[in-house]
Structures are given as structure tokens and as C-alpha cells.
Nanobody
Framework: QTRLVESGGDSVQAGGSLKLSCAIS????????MRWFRQCPGEQREGVAN???????TYVDSVKGRFTISQDTAKTTWYLQMTNLTFDDSAMYYC???????????????????WGQGTQVTVSS
């Protein structure tokens, strides 16, 4: 059974940094899309950053230049380095994973096969 586990969430002051991790266990895809999402209570889920098996990355405009998505060489752990955090970055952060089936890894698709349980990021001003 494939499982995703996030970690690294914490409470930080505005301007600070955090690095989130997402580790996968079980079955993995050779061609995949991995995305970090975030969600605040009562609000819609927002895709933050994508990375695929070839290391191509995309970001939502609000985090460009501040967040960096990456992966380890085994492609079983993904990271989200977050810098210059603001109050608006406070949310539950989730990682999600899917077979991209030779297609792209962009924000056009919201359907993912596997989800983590989330890790909380709280930024205080």
C-alpha cells in the first residue's frame, strides 16, 4: 500500500523559513507528478508547487521566488523549502502524488492518487 507522510510543519515568525518533507512508501510510479497543496479552514485547497520525475517544477505565483520544491535522488522524498514566510502562508500543507502517464505536471489537474495526512504551518506576524 502506497503511503505519503509529511513532516516539518511548525510555528514560525513572519520572515522565517521552514522545510517540509514528504516521504513515500510502497508502490511508486516511474512517471509521476508530485504536488504540495495547502488549505486553511473554510477555504479552498490551493496547489502550491509541482515536481515531476524529470525534476521539472512549477509554482503558484504567490510563492514564486520564496518556495522551492525538490526531491531526493531516490525520488522517494520530496521537499518544500519555504522562505520569507508571511501570515498568508499559514495553512495545513499536504503532499499528493499521481501517475502522470506521460502527460504534464501542471496545475490544470487536481486529481491525485495518493495524499498525505498534512503538516501544519503557522506563521505569526
Amino acid at each position: 500500500q502506497t503511503r505519503l507522510v509529511e513532516s516539518g510543519g511548525d510555528s514560525v515568525q513572519a520572515g522565517g523559513s521552514l522545510k517540509l518533507s514528504c516521504a513515500i512508501s510502497g508502490f511508486t510510479y516511474s512517471d509521476y507528478c508530485m504536488r504540495w497543496f495547502r488549505q486553511c479552514p473554510g477555504e479552498q485547497r490551493e496547489g502550491v508547487a509541482n515536481i515531476d520525475d524529470e525534476g521539472r517544477t512549477t509554482y503558484v505565483d504567490s510563492v514564486k521566488g520564496r518556495f522551492t520544491i525538490s526531491q531526493d535522488t531516490a525520488k522517494t522524498t520530496w521537499y518544500l523549502q519555504m522562505t520569507n514566510l508571511t501570515f498568508d502562508d499559514s495553512a495545513m500543507y499536504y503532499c499528493a502524488y499521481r501517475d502522470r502517464r506521460g502527460g504534464g505536471c501542471t496545475f490544470s489537474s487536481e486529481e491525485f492518487d495518493y495524499w498525505g495526512q498534512g503538516t501544519q504551518v503557522t506563521v505569526s506576524s
